[in-house]
């Protein structure tokens, strides 16, 4: 099953308001369903337009679930939170393994204080919806848990987001590096210096944990002492009739030891040759469970996406150059050459965005075929 929510947000009317989003949206949509083989009825489009701006046919179309969300003026589906968050749910629930999900959003990003201490600089990356004011905006740690941590082995998702700081909007692991204008070596970063999403809590957690546990071990260990002096008590009474049959029961026991010996042995052995694959798997990088999630973002965290009018239309600066190099290459492109063109497409419009590529498997290739 092949599944997209795409949103578009201009804020017309709100002082923060941009001219290229439903643009976006439109063109996106258009490549999706013209090169990748989606169905309508399998897109969910969020909007909110803009004045100089028609609504393209393919916005008309109605899901079933339409109904159930806030509308626009227009009667699309407005990019609220609420509605933006409950067209996720939509993407990812029933996902299973061989289901391709995309996932793009053009519009504003922001950083806001981090909360919950797991972002080394203190900012956590976020989406703006269009009511932003009165719902707040959408944090990468829930956009991680919504498109990345619930997502079942097998599942493919791809995400674009035209917006400022953006660069680690999934808090991925892993990012490509391509070569810059200046001829620089191309070198892949395989890990993330900037997050260290959950340590923090994990070292809290495992320190309270371990505490409880001492303290349980502790209790547990006075009551068995207590128990064995209330046994002992009656031991010496039976002494005597235990000891007639200790010779009968020796040759016995000292079988039983060896069983309980090979019992040992064999489960050593299983946990070793176990241990053995994972250490393997390790190595490899392969990671074996969840989903394949890759990233596209116009910018780094630090870094703003521009708005621009190209040939006459406004647009963001990094969905025009991504659908222009898909049309182009009539979607015979590697992930590499495709960051390599959007850079180099993105540098001749603005020396102020350099778009980014993550992703969350190790063993994930470059030189593979760009695919949705």
Request: charged content about 40%; hydrophobic content about 25%.
């Amino acid at each position: 099953v092949k599944k997209a929510v795409i949103v578009g947000i201009c804020y017309q009317g709100q002082k923060s308001e941009l001219r290229g989003c439903v643009n976006d949206a439109k063109n996106l949509a258009k490549v999706l369903l013209t090169n990748y083989g989606f169905s309508p009825e399998n897109l969910r489009i969020l909007l909110d337009g803009h004045k100089d701006q028609t609504r393209p046919e393919i916005f008309e179309h109605k899901n079933k679930n339409d109904k159930k969300d806030k509308k626009d003026k227009k009667g699309g589906i407005a990019p609220t939170k609420a509605n933006i968050l409950s067209a996720l749910k939509w993407l990812t629930d029933g996902a299973k393994e061989g289901d391709s999900l995309f996932f793009s959003f053009s519009g504003h990003g922001t950083q806001v204080k981090d909360l919950n201490g797991d972002e080394t600089d203190g900012l956590d990356e976020a989406l703006v919806p269009v009511d932003y004011t009165s719902s707040g905006v959408i944090l990468d740690d829930d956009l991680q848990d919504m498109l990345v941590d619930r997502l079942p082995s097998g599942v493919k998702l791809t995400a674009i987001f035209d917006c400022c700081h953006s660069g680690t909007a999934l808090d991925l692991p892993y990012w490509y590096s391509v070569p810059s204008l200046s001829g620089k070596t191309y070198e892949p970063k395989k890990k993330k210096d900037k997050k260290e999403k959950g340590l923090k809590d994990k070292d809290k957690k495992d320190k309270k944990d371990k505490k409880d546990k001492d303290k349980k071990e502790k209790d547990k260990g006075k009551d068995k002492d207590k128990d064995k002096k209330e046994k002992d008590k009656g031991k010496d009474k039976d002494k005597d009739k235990k000891d007639k049959g200790k010779d009968k029961d020796k040759v016995k026991n000292k079988d039983k030891d060896k069983d309980k010996d090979k019992d040992k042995k064999d489960k050593k052995d299983k946990k070793e040759e176990k241990d053995k694959g994972k250490d393997k798997d390790k190595k490899s990088g392969t990671k074996t469970k969840g989903a394949h999630v890759i990233l596209f973002s116009g910018c780094l965290d630090e870094q703003c996406s521009i708005d621009a009018v190209i040939n006459g239309e406004s647009t963001g600066a990094l969905t025009f150059c991504l659908v222009n190099s898909l049309v182009r290459s009539n979607g015979n492109i590697t992930y590499k050459a495709l960051l390599e063109s959007m850079r180099q497409g993105v540098s001749n419009i603005t020396l102020r965005q350099t778009p980014q590529l993550s992703y969350n498997i190790e063993a994930f290739s470059l030189e593979s075929k760009f695919e949705i």
